[in-house]
């Protein structure tokens, strides 16, 4: 998730034919005047820019038509054939959301464009590795220009971060459209990706190179697509970033009352909640709902934003829950990166305090745990004892932390390590900058979306990487562009990165002057209690 998301997400996270023209090879780049970068593209010509650094940028990228009038909730298509040179210099829309949760300053429907950063030399004979940055939002907020990768291009990689459709015009799993697969924000994705496939060629980039990427609703989105099979072989790594394939939320932890959740629901779930809002919306003729819906106006819609945000399994584009996909081996076969934070739900510990105006205490701290996890709160109280943390909000931070993200990434590391080579990380640097405002009960520690800073830069961002920090996120980048260019993240002069086994028991502990591999994380977070 956008760092500045997050306090929003509280509250509801919970979280194709391709044109015949052929894309040109990178010799055929050419270098314009002063206003910037030509590239032929599989649709037509555009012209990017050049920024300080020599990095080429290529911005407001169309990937596929507008998904406009009858387009709206049907799969994305390929961007129609345009005449001479098209900027590629704007402003990227975003897609509609509540505004303020991105940096784009306009949001509209018409939002399928992605954002491409070049290295500034490339040679034609050695294309670079790329990398496809899925941004995160809980479903509902983000865009791809909220994350400029500076760090990564300076590496030699060539990045792409994209936009896709977000909550009711991505993830409305209405009967009414079922023929179009399910599943849009998925679909808008996988055809970024074939873009990148049939075009990156021509910005120096090496379609047969090309890690997918993503950080919380990003990486669920990455183990959606590792378990589609329409999507196999179109991408050659992945990286899973503070959102695991089996990740869970139960009662009560996302906001007092909250239900349990997941970011995976069955289609006849999902469809159930799609037809209350369309009939909601006026929309409950059978024979006429489909007109009805189209008919809404964008802003009625927009109303609805936070209240889909789950990816539908059952359906033609996913078959298998991700997870239950990894379990029995239905996956694409490429190497994985994966890891978490330490304490992945503080920022919703937080929200939980400034929602109820009041302290946790440590008879809220019994009730909570009493609501989410029913018969076996004592047993979980008993491992986790208020006595043994600061305060009883950093004793329920670890709680939901432990059970909804560690466990659930160690989890999910070790069914894709019975199959394909893994790297598991813990990012565990607690000086890292809030990404809002934390009541004074609760240490910030490793939040949510605390790792984009030392791979990012944020717009907006939480505030500067801290001095002593500053080599920490140097060996992240360095270990992160290794992996994207061969698959494994080890290159001298970084400790050691051992590859993950079914065990789990190999994970790099990312701390500033210490990190190194520990085999301790299980233990650590009451794995064996989840």
């Known amino acids: 998730m956008n760092t500045r998301v997050h306090t929003t997400a509280v509250l509801s996270f919970a979280m194709t034919a391709i044109l015949a023209a052929s894309a040109c090879t990178a010799g055929?780049?050419?270098?314009?005047?002063?206003?910037?970068?030509?590239?032929?593209?599989?649709?037509?010509?555009?012209?990017?820019?050049?920024?300080?650094?020599?990095?080429?940028?290529?911005?407001?990228?169309?990937?596929?038509?507008?998904?406009?009038?009858?387009?709206?909730?049907?799969?994305?298509?390929?961007?129609?054939?345009?005449?001479?040179?098209?900027?590629?210099?704007?402003?990227?829309?975003?897609?509609?959301?509540?505004?303020?949760?991105?940096?784009?300053?306009?949001?509209?429907?018409?939002?399928?464009?992605?954002?491409?950063?070049?290295?500034?030399?490339?040679?034609?004979?050695?294309?670079?590795?790329?990398?496809?940055?899925?941004?995160?939002?809980?479903?509902?907020?983000?865009?791809?220009?909220?994350?400029?990768p500076t760090g990564f291009v300076s590496r030699g990689v060539v990045v792409v971060t994209i936009n896709y459709r977000l909550s009711v015009f991505g993830l409305f799993n209405h009967p009414a459209f079922a023929s179009s697969g399910g599943n849009l924000a998925l679909q808008d994705q996988q055809l970024a990706l074939r873009w990148v496939r049939d075009n990156i060629a021509a910005f120096g980039g090496n379609a047969r190179n090309v890690t997918v990427a993503g950080e919380s609703y990003g990486g669920m989105s990455i183990c959606a697509q590792l378990a589609m099979p329409s999507s196999a072989g179109l991408f050659d790594r992945a990286i899973v970033q503070s959102g695991s394939c089996a990740i869970e939320w139960p009662s009560g932890a996302l906001y007092s009352g909250s239900p349990p959740f997941a970011p995976y629901r069955s289609r006849t779930d999902n469809a159930a909640t799609a037809v209350q809002a369309a009939t909601e919306f006026g929309c409950s003729d059978p024979a006429e709902v489909e007109r009805c819906l189209r008919a809404l106006p964008t802003a009625t819609l927009q109303t609805r934003t936070p209240s889909f945000t789950t990816i539908t399994y059952d359906t033609p584009t996913l078959p298998r829950n991700p997870f239950d996909a990894l379990r029995v081996g239905k996956f694409s076969r490429v190497p994985v990166l994966i890891g978490e934070v330490t304490n992945g739900h503080s920022l919703w510990v937080a929200a939980i305090v400034a929602t109820q105006q009041a302290p946790i205490t440590s008879d809220s701290y019994r009730s909570i745990l009493s609501t989410a996890f029913g018969t076996v709160a004592a047993a979980v109280e008993a491992d986790y004892p208020v006595s043994a943390y600061p305060t009883p909000a950093a004793a329920l931070t670890a709680v939901l932390s432990d059970h909804s993200w560690a466990c659930p990434m160690l989890d999910t590391a070790r069914a894709l390590a019975a199959r394909v080579p893994v790297y598991t990380y813990e990012f565990a640097d607690m000086t890292t900058p809030a990404p809002s405002p934390y009541p004074p009960s609760l240490p910030t520690g490793a939040a949510h979306g605390a790792e984009l800073t030392y791979l990012f830069d944020l717009t907006p961002s939480p505030g500067p990487v801290v001095a002593s920090s500053q080599p920490l996120a140097t060996a992240m980048l360095d270990y992160w562009a290794h992996f994207i260019g061969t698959g494994n993240p080890n290159q001298p002069g970084l400790p050691h990165w051992s590859r993950s086994t079914i065990s789990g028991d190999a994970v790099l502990r990312l701390t500033p002057g210490s990190h190194g591999i520990t085999t301790e994380l299980a233990d650590n977070h009451h794995c064996n209690l989840w």
């Open 28 to 148: 055929d780049t050419e270098l314009g005047s002063d206003d910037g970068v030509v590239v032929s593209t599989t649709a037509g010509m555009i012209r990017g820019t050049v920024d300080g650094s020599g990095h080429r940028l290529f911005t407001s990228v169309p990937y596929a038509q507008p998904p406009l009038n009858e387009l709206r909730w049907q799969p994305p298509r390929p961007m129609a054939l345009w005449d001479g040179v098209r900027d590629a210099a704007a402003p990227t829309p975003g897609c509609v959301q509540d505004p303020g949760q991105t940096s784009a300053q306009v949001l509209q429907e018409d939002c399928l464009y992605l954002n491409i950063s070049t290295p500034a030399r490339l040679d034609p004979a050695r294309p670079a590795p790329v990398m496809v940055w899925i941004h995160g939002g809980g479903g509902f907020a983000g865009a791809g220009a909220d994350y400029r």
